[in-house]
């Protein structure tokens, strides 16, 4: 063993024991974020592992040439460190799916490059690459693909630059396993004859569309689905990536990033009683539209805020239950206002949060999070379903589908047996709303005509604001 | 051997992934999910390795390019993330400002 060989092994030794330490970083980092005392100190640990990586990566002595490097890191810090600072919590759904697409392109340009320099070093060596890397390679390109362009569709969704409704036409099952094919025909060809780069630029390209076609069916309603999926398949990419140039650390903390999106899937599917398949081939509100009788429509009780007031200033315990349009509304300053002011009058003031209110998973408990909300009044579902009859006042801001009692009581309802908050048998129900439209799943809810619910029609942070006003 | 290897770790990283991110409350779901987002951003490693390496001109622009998604995916990931855990308040400290 010549010297130089020596010097190798010891710098690889060294950064494969630092990647040991930066992965146990990561454990430990998301071990922590399972509690909010000890979130913010895992992400701050998660964080350092990373820097580690990164830093032993750079004395790597492949690594010759630092100008470009630098040039690409000073510019995705800067945009990374503005975007995350200028960004509302309100446009938290998109931005992490924004960012979700950029690991995914990072993950196919690297896949890209290690097949490129494959290619370069089986044409010198005269020695073909070994199939495994080609497969792992072909995988980190196609799923970072279809992440990246998926992910911007998500965004597009969210931030409401492209319409959020399903966009679903018959055949798409079709269309999408046949994309898929296509794609692995492709890679298969260019296995054959890597020569022909053809392949290999239609894979790529058949990639990024299939992201698309993927995302386009799914409505506004399913995106704590969508996000969830993105992020792990963003996960699944940055594994693939380490397979293909061996790189133990990727793999590790792509798959722990994977395993934990599959998670945050299957919680949200379960929490809308829907399987995966239902929610990525069948656009919600297509789902049969019952042409027969309307299901217990009555008269709509609208309430003015002042009457309002009355009620809430007499009621010893209200639960807020927040939903999308309190995003929309920026309502959740104005929301926390009267939370205050309704304990000062002696009140106990609960919220309660379903699992898919929002657009994204915990979405209503980080902006809750921002308006100063103690995290401990936040109630989920099961806690507060068994007690919501003893509540005096459910006061709904911008919720429908999560609340909608059809759920349990109309078999027909295409949301029937999804786990909704029993809002109807709180003593009144408030219900805030815009206008009578039907929310984004584009079904009718009997809530706005029950017995005991009072509509309070107008723009939630102007209907909120009054009541607050009154009670001066 | 070496890719046996490989996949013995990465089966066993999902499960320690799954048995992790059961226990984390709903209530974290949205900082759980951009702080696991920012170390998919992993995949910088990788880019700048390629980056680095001269002999493959292709290579290193296509590993430039990756060096500045996964440094956005990084830097911005963890530090949105930190400011939403920032936020997270339990009720003796809430209202505080």
Same mark, same amino acid.
């Given at each position: 063993m010549?010297?130089?060989e020596?010097?190798?092994?010891?710098?690889? $030794?060294?950064?494969?024991?630092?990647?040991v330490?930066?992965a146990?970083?990561?454990?430990?980092?998301?071990?922590?974020?399972?509690?909010?005392?000890?979130?913010r100190k895992?992400?701050?640990?998660?964080?350092?592992?990373m820097?580690?990586a990164?830093?032993?990566?750079?004395?790597?002595?492949?690594?010759?040439?630092?100008?470009?490097?630098?040039v690409?890191?000073?510019?995705?810090?800067?945009?990374?460190?503005?975007?995350?600072?200028k960004?509302?919590?309100?446009?938290?759904?998109?931005?992490?799916?924004?960012?979700?697409?950029?690991?995914?392109?990072?993950?196919?340009?690297?896949?890209?490059a290690?097949?490129s320099?494959?290619?370069?070093?089986?044409?010198?060596?005269?020695?073909?690459?070994?199939?495994?890397?080609?497969?792992?390679?072909f995988?980190s390109?196609?799923?970072?693909?279809? $992440?990246?362009?998926?992910?911007?569709?998500?965004y597009g969704?969210?931030?409401?630059?492209i319409?959020?409704?399903?966009?679903f036409?018959?055949?798409?099952?079709?269309?999408?396993s046949?994309?898929?094919?296509a794609?692995?025909?492709?890679?298969?060809?260019?296995?054959?004859?890597?020569?022909?780069?053809n392949?290999?630029?239609?894979?790529?390209?058949?990639?990024?569309?299939?992201?698309?076609?993927?995302v386009?069916p799914?409505?506004?309603?399913?995106?704590p689905?969508?996000?969830?999926?993105?992020?792990?398949?963003?996960?699944?990419?940055?594994?693939?990536?380490?397979?293909?140039?061996?790189?133990?650390?990727?793999?590790?903390?792509?798959?722990?990033?994977?395993?934990?999106?599959?998670?945050?899937?299957?919680?949200m599917?379960?929490?809308?009683?829907?399987?995966?398949s239902?929610?990525?081939?069948?656009?919600?509100g $297509?789902v049969?539209v $019952?042409?027969?009788?309307?299901?217990?429509q009555?008269?709509?009780k609208?309430?003015?805020?002042?009457?309002?007031?009355?009620?809430?200033?007499?009621?010893?315990?209200?639960?807020v239950?927040?939903?999308?349009?309190?995003?929309?509304?920026?309502?959740?300053?104005?929301?926390?206002?009267?939370?205050?002011?309704?304990?000062?009058?002696?009140?106990?003031?609960?919220?309660?949060i379903h699992?898919?209110?929002?657009?994204?998973?915990?979405?209503?408990?980080?902006?809750?999070a921002?308006?100063?909300?103690?995290?401990?009044?936040?109630?989920?579902?099961?806690?507060?379903?068994?007690?919501?009859?003893?509540?005096?006042?459910?006061?709904v801001?911008?919720?429908?589908?999560?609340?909608?009692?059809?759920?349990?009581?109309?078999?027909s309802?295409?949301i029937?047996?999804?786990?909704?908050?029993?809002?109807?048998q709180a003593?009144?129900?408030?219900?805030?709303?815009?206008?009578?439209?039907?929310?984004f799943?584009?079904?009718?809810?009997?809530?706005?005509?029950?017995?005991n619910?009072?509509?309070i029609?107008g723009?939630?942070?102007?209907?909120?604001?009054?009541l607050?006003?009154?009670?001066? | 051997?070496?890719?046996?290897?490989l996949?013995?770790?990465?089966?066993?990283?999902?499960?320690?992934?799954?048995?992790?991110i059961?226990?984390?409350?709903?209530?974290?779901?949205t900082?759980?999910?951009?702080?696991?987002?920012?170390?998919?951003?992993?995949?910088?490693?990788?880019?700048l390795?390629?980056?680095?390496?001269?002999?493959?001109?292709?290579a290193?622009?296509?590993?430039?390019?990756?060096?500045?998604?996964?440094?956005?995916?990084?830097?911005?990931?963890?530090m949105?993330t930190d400011?939403?855990?920032?936020?997270?308040k339990?009720k003796?400290s809430?209202?505080?400002?």
């Amino acid at each position: 063993m010549s010297i130089g060989e020596t010097l190798i092994s010891i710098d690889e $030794t060294l950064i494969n024991s630092v990647y040991v330490i930066a992965a146990i970083l990561f454990i430990v980092g998301l071990k922590f974020l399972g509690s909010p005392a000890t979130a913010r100190k895992g992400n701050f640990i998660s964080a350092s592992g990373m820097l580690i990586a990164v830093v032993f990566t750079l004395a790597n002595q492949q690594i010759l040439s630092f100008d470009l490097i630098a040039v690409g890191v000073v510019f995705g810090a800067l945009v990374g460190a503005i975007v995350s600072r200028k960004v509302a919590m309100t446009s938290m759904p998109e931005m992490v799916a924004l960012f979700n697409g950029f690991g995914g392109l990072a993950s196919l340009f690297v896949g890209w490059a290690a097949l490129s320099v494959a290619l370069t070093q089986a044409v010198s060596s005269g020695i073909a690459i070994n199939s495994f890397s080609l497969v792992t390679i072909f995988l980190s390109i196609l799923i970072g693909g279809l $992440t990246f362009t998926g992910s911007l569709l998500a965004y597009g969704k969210l931030s409401e630059k492209i319409s959020g409704r399903p966009f679903f036409y018959i055949g798409q099952r079709v269309v999408n396993s046949g994309i898929l094919i296509a794609v692995l025909v492709c890679a298969g060809l260019f296995f054959q004859d890597s020569a022909n780069e053809n392949w290999l630029y239609l894979a790529v390209g058949l990639s990024l569309v299939l992201g698309v076609m993927f995302v386009l069916p799914i409505g506004g309603a399913d995106m704590p689905v969508v996000i969830s999926l993105l992020n792990s398949f963003s996960g699944l990419a940055a594994a693939a990536a380490g397979f293909a140039i061996g790189n133990i650390l990727l793999i590790v903390a792509g798959s722990l990033v994977g395993a934990s999106g599959l998670i945050l899937t299957g919680i949200m599917c379960k929490a809308m009683n829907r399987s995966l398949s239902n929610v990525l081939f069948s656009g919600f509100g $297509t789902v049969k539209v $019952t042409d027969g009788p309307v299901i217990e429509q009555g008269e709509v009780k609208p309430m003015s805020a002042e009457d309002a007031y009355y009620v809430l200033e007499a009621a010893s315990s209200v639960v807020v239950i927040p939903g999308y349009g309190m995003a929309v509304a920026q309502a959740q300053h104005v929301v926390k206002e009267l939370q205050e002011i309704l304990e000062k009058n002696g009140a106990e003031v609960v919220y309660a949060i379903h699992p898919v209110a929002g657009r994204m998973p915990g979405h209503m408990n980080v902006l809750l999070a921002e308006a100063d909300v103690p995290y401990d009044l936040l109630l989920e579902m099961d806690q507060i379903n068994p007690r919501i009859e003893s509540f005096d006042v459910a006061i709904v801001i911008g919720a429908n589908d999560v609340v909608n009692p059809a759920a349990r009581e109309v078999e027909s309802s295409p949301i029937y047996g999804m786990p909704v908050i029993n809002a109807n048998q709180a003593n009144t129900v408030f219900v805030l709303k815009r206008s009578m439209a039907t929310g984004f799943a584009g079904i009718d809810n009997p809530l706005f005509f029950k017995e005991n619910t009072r509509m309070i029609f107008g723009d939630a942070k102007e209907t909120l604001g009054n009541l607050v006003k009154s009670f001066d | 051997m070496e890719i046996i290897f490989l996949i013995f770790v990465f089966v066993l990283a999902i499960f320690l992934g799954v048995e992790l991110i059961n226990k984390v409350p709903s209530t974290l779901h949205t900082p759980l999910m951009s702080g696991s987002n920012a170390i998919s951003g992993i995949t910088l490693l990788g880019a700048l390795v390629s980056a680095g390496s001269t002999n493959n001109e292709f290579a290193s622009i296509l590993g430039v390019l990756a060096v500045a998604f996964a440094t956005i995916n990084v830097v911005g990931g963890y530090m949105v993330t930190d400011r939403m855990l920032a936020m997270f308040k339990k009720k003796e400290s809430g209202g505080s400002k």
